[in-house]
């Protein structure tokens, strides 16, 4: 009979650790991200952009430069960063404390072909909890 009891207890714990682990991962709302980027668009080094995580343990992003302009380091950088600045806003306006959480947020710059540029990444900010501030690492 401890044998069942403990199989059960065993079964039991898995199952709610296994619900509560799911749980953590919770999927955020659209719309307030998308509201933010398409503001974001419409700056003309901005083109595009794909959301490839949004939940509340991971915001990643990618954002798509245009192509007609050769941007170095120093211009991409305060840019980027605030993209990524605008998307830890919306997720505090969503109730997510990303600097108090484990929340990563990630924006990737990447370039299309154009004029004076070839397509490629260029660089990726990514926020760091303990300065509650972003870094961006340049590719190139």
Sequence with gaps: MNRNFLSALVLVGLYL?????MARAET???????????RMVKDERLVGY??????????????????????SDEELEPFNNGVCYALLETAVRTGLRPFTGQTDIICQAIQRNGERAEAGILGTSRYQRASDDFIYHSTR
């Design 50 to 71: 794909n959301v490839r995580s949004l939940t509340d343990e991971n915001i990643s992003v990618e954002l798509t430069y245009s192509g007609d302009h050769h941007y």
């Design 28 to 38: 955020l709302p659209e719309a307030p991200f998308t509201e933010t980027l398409d």
């Design 17 to 21: 650790s296994g619900g509560l682990a």
